[in-house]
């Protein structure tokens, strides 16, 4: 089994090296000063709980074509970096190969296998024009939902600081061999993987913490448990959390989750800074579009209202416009 892993940042890289580390053929599809770390000292993984320090040298290119087919894409940048991959993912895919999306926020193919829309509806503002569809088409899609926390501390350098659950699941609910062989693979490797049979349901529930904590946290610029300790910030978390929820519903996703046990399940990680504030101050660009853009075009079309959360976008957008760490997609 070949597989690729599109996007060597925190999540990853952590892939890469455990699933090298299990004894897999994989690669890597990384760039700059990422890739010439790896190249160079291997691509390290330092446990947070145990203090030890993996080492993998799996094969690291910033060319696809060098790369070849693959069984399996892992593609792990963020939203704003998926038209890049779309453009390139070419040389990665044979005719079976399979790609899984393992990303924050709403997937571009959301509502193609939903009963709601009758699969016609397009997330214009995740996938202006359809160029993600054509490149990587839901036929060859598994959905990746990731419990885990980790990050960059150097180029090379990942800190694994909790967790290692993955749920995987194919668009619509109808899992086939390729979910199973995924997740089989993803298991020797040492990560907890569950498939699922309502992989947006399991998107939606992620979404609801990533669309409060995330952008309050690059606001406030302060860590989870902080957010959840301050008794006003908390309630408007609450807040957007329930219209998401609201959102949800209306296209047949219920998250079937209570807010307060949404954020137990953040506060179970402690102090920790979501990644929207990690790259806020790395000075990258914000993952906005994803959590936000997309669950409120969504909102638009089911036509429910979400005043909080369309003031959360406005507020995050515009503190990124800024310092230049957003840009809208083109049209």
């Known amino acids: 089994m070949k597989i690729c892993i599109y996007g060597a940042g ?16 994989v ?9 010439e770390a790896i190249r160079r000292d291997g691509l390290r993984i330092r446990s947070r709980a145990s203090g030890t320090t993996l080492t993998a040298r799996p094969r690291a290119a910033s060319d696809p074509h060098r790369l070849g087919p693959q069984d399996y894409v892992i593609v792990t940048v963020k939203g704003q970096s998926l038209p890049e991959v779309a453009a390139s993912i070419a040389p990665l895919l044979g005719a079976e190969t399979s790609i899984v999306t393992a990303m924050n ?8 296998r939903l009963p709601y829309g009758g699969g016609k509806l397009r997330l214009e503002s995740l996938d202006p024009g359809g160029a993600l569809a054509r490149a990587m088409p839901t036929e060859r899609l598994v959905g990746c939902v990731i419990h885990l926390a980790a990050s960059q501390l150097e180029p090379g350098l990942i800190s694994h600081n909790q967790g290692n659950r993955l749920i995987l699941g194919e668009p619509g609910g109808r899992n086939t061999v390729r979910t199973q062989r995924l997740a089989e693979a993803l298991g020797r490797a040492g990560f907890e993987c569950a498939a699922s049979g309502h992989i947006e349901k399991d998107f939606w529930v992620k979404l609801l913490g990533n669309v409060s904590f995330n952008p309050v946290s690059a606001l406030t610029l302060a860590t989870a448990d902080r957010l959840i300790g301050d008794a006003q910030v908390k309630a408007y978390m609450v807040a957007i959390m329930r219209e998401v929820m609201a959102i949800g519903r209306a296209v047949g996703v219920d998250a079937d989750i209570d807010p307060e046990a949404r954020i137990d399940m953040a506060r179970a990680l ?9 790259d806020l101050e790395a000075g990258k660009a914000l993952e906005i579009d994803g ?7 969504i909102a638009r079309k089911a036509g429910v209202p979400a005043p909080f959360t369309e003031s959360l976008y406005g507020l995050i957008r515009l503190r990124a416009e800024t310092t230049r760490q957003y840009r809208a997609p083109l049209a």
């Open 105 to 112: 926020g709403v997937p571009w193919w959301f509502f193609d």
């Open 10 to 25: 925190a999540v990853g890289g952590l892939m890469a090296a455990w699933l090298a580390e299990a004894g897999l053929d």
């Open 27 to 35: 690669s890597l599809v990384a760039r700059g000063a990422q890739l």
């Open 291 to 297: 959590l936000l853009a997309g669950t409120l075009e």
């Open 270 to 278: 402690g102090a920790f800074k979501t990644s929207m504030l990690q």
